[in-house]
C-alpha cells in the first residue's frame, strides 16, 4: 500500500462528528485522488493530503465511485482549481455527475416527500435544497466493468451496483487492495451495507458484496469507516450471511436476479407460461438476454431482453412461477429489466401484453411504462391456437413503453 494514502477528514455535519475517507494513488507520473467529499472540502483535502507528504497541486485525475453529494460535492471546485484534473467515472454515473440527468438520490427524497410525516418533511426539504446545490462537472473519461486501468501499479474497475446503479470500487491487485467506496461501510467495527433504508436495490447490494469475495483483498478501504481492521474474507461472508438470514425469517428469502450465459439453461416452462409459442420463445431467447430469478438454488422467475432498433430493447418475456406469484417478484423483475436497458445504454425499453392481461397492464403501468398504441389482432396472426385468459379471447396486443 506503500503509493495509497487515506486522507481521513473529521468534521461536524449537522451537529454530529463525521469521518469520510477519500483515498489518494500515486506513482511517478499520477497522483489520483478517489471521490472528493461534501461541497467546500478543497481545503479539507489540502490539508489532509499534506499530512501525508502529498501536495494536491500534483493531481492529475479525480476517480468517483458513484454521485452522492459526499463524492463529488468539491469535483467542480477541484476542476476550477486544478483545470488539467481527468475526471472519471462508470459510464452510467457520468450523465448524473454532469448533470444531465437529475440526480438519483434527489429522485428518490423527492418522490418519497409526500409519505413523511410533519418534522421529517422539513429536513427532507431541506435535504432537497442541499442536494440540488451540488454542483455538476464534466466526466472526461467513462470506464467499465472489469476495465484495467494502468496507473500507480494497476486498477481494476469492478461494477458493484446497490448502493447506487452506476455505484464502482476499485481493485488494486499489486497490493491487494480494495478501494470500495460505499460497497460496504464500516460501523462499530463491523462491515455493513451502508443506510439500508435508502440503498436503491438491495439484492444488487449483496451480489457485489458476494462478487467482492472472488478478489484477494488484504487491504479494504471503506468511504465510511476507512482501513477494515480483520479478516476481510470472513466480514464479507459473515455481512451476506447477516441479510440472507434476516429476510428469510419474514419468510422472504433473498432473491437473486442474474443474467444466463447460455439460452440454453433458460427456464422454458416458465417462458411458456408467459408465451404459448415454444417456437418463439425458443427464437427469442436465442437473440436476447435472459435473465433468472433464484430463490436459493430454484429458478422463480425468468425475464428475456431483445434489442428490435437502434436505441430500444423489447421486455419481450416476464414470468414468474406459479407457486411464487403475488410475492412482487414480477415488479422486482421488471424494474431489474428497465435498469438493464438503461445499464445497456438502450434509449427505450418496450413491452407488449395481451388485452386480456389485467394484472400485467396494472404492473407495466407502475413500473413507468406507457401505453403506446394497441396492434389489432396480432394473436390471431401470429398464434395458431385460440388463447383464453379471465374469460376473455386474447386477440389484441397493448403495446407499452418507456424512456430510459
Ligand atoms: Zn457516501
Request: proline letters at 4%; a negative charge.
Amino acid at each position: 500500500m506503500n503509493n495509497c494514502h487515506l486522507l481521513e477528514i473529521s468534521f461536524d455535519y449537522n451537529g454530529q462528528k463525521q469521518v469520510i475517507t477519500p483515498v489518494i494513488l500515486q506513482d511517478e507520473n499520477e497522483t489520483i485522488l478517489v471521490d472528493c467529499g461534501y461541497p467546500d472540502f478543497v481545503t479539507f483535502l489540502k490539508d489532509a493530503a499534506f499530512s501525508k507528504g502529498v501536495n494536491l497541486d500534483s493531481i492529475t485525475k479525480i476517480i468517483i465511485t458513484h454521485h452522492d453529494m459526499d463524492h463529488i460535492g468539491s469535483l467542480a471546485a477541484l476542476k476550477r482549481e486544478y483545470p488539467q484534473i481527468e475526471i472519471i467515472s462508470y459510464e452510467f454515473e457520468a450523465p448524473y455527475i454532469e448533470g444531465v440527468e437529475k440526480s438519483l438520490r434527489l429522485q428518490q427524497a423527492e418522490s418519497t416527500l409526500d409519505e413523511l410525516p410533519g418534522e421529517e418533511k422539513e429536513n427532507a426539504r431541506q435535504f432537497i435544497h442541499f442536494l440540488k446545490s451540488i454542483e455538476p462537472a464534466k466526466v472526461d473519461r467513462t470506464v467499465s466493468d472489469n476495465e484495467e486501468l494502468p496507473w500507480c501499479g494497476g486498477i481494476k474497475i469492478l461494477h458493484t451496483p446497490g448502493h447506487m446503479p452506476g455505484h464502482i470500487s476499485l481493485y488494486l491487485p499489486a497490493s491487494k487492495t480494495l478501494i470500495a467506496g460505499d460497497a460496504v461501510v464500516i460501523e462499530t467495527g463491523k462491515l455493513e451495507i451502508a443506510n439500508p433504508q435508502f440503498t436503491f436495490d438491495m439484492e444488487a447490494a449483496l451480489s457485489s458484496v458476494q462478487l467482492l469475495l472472488d478478489y484477494d483483498i488484504k487491504n479494504l478501504i471503506c468511504y465510511h469507516g476507512g482501513l477494515f481492521q480483520g479478516n476481510v474474507k470472513e466480514a464479507l461472508i459473515e455481512l451476506v450471511h447477516s441479510y440472507r438470514s434476516k429476510s428469510s425469517s419474514v419468510k422472504e428469502k433473498a432473491m437473486q436476479i442474474r443474467q444466463l450465459d447460455n439460452h440454453k439453461q433458460a427456464p422454458l416452462d416458465l417462458l411458456l407460461l408467459a408465451d404459448p409459442s415454444q417456437q418463439l420463445v425458443e427464437e427469442y431467447i436465442k437473440r436476447g438476454k435472459c435473465f433468472a430469478a433464484y430463490s436459493g438454488e430454484n429458478v422463480v422467475g425468468v425475464y428475456v431482453l431483445l434489442p428490435t432498433r437502434p436505441d430500444t430493447i423489447e421486455l419481450v418475456n416476464v414470468a414468474v412461477a406459479v407457486d411464487h406469484q403475488g410475492k412482487g417478484i414480477g415488479k422486482q423483475l421488471v424494474n431489474h429489466a428497465v435498469r438493464q436497458a438503461q445499464l445497456l445504454g438502450f434509449k427505450t425499453i418496450e413491452v407488449g401484453t395481451g388485452n386480456s392481461s389485467v394484472a400485467q397492464l396494472a404492473l407495466y403501468q407502475k413500473c413507468g411504462f406507457r401505453i403506446t398504441g394497441v396492434d389489432k389482432d396480432f394473436f390471431i396472426r401470429h398464434y395458431t391456437e385460440e388463447i383464453f385468459e379471465n374469460g376473455m379471447q386474447v386477440v389484441d396486443m397493448i403495446r407499452l413503453s418507456q424512456d430510459l
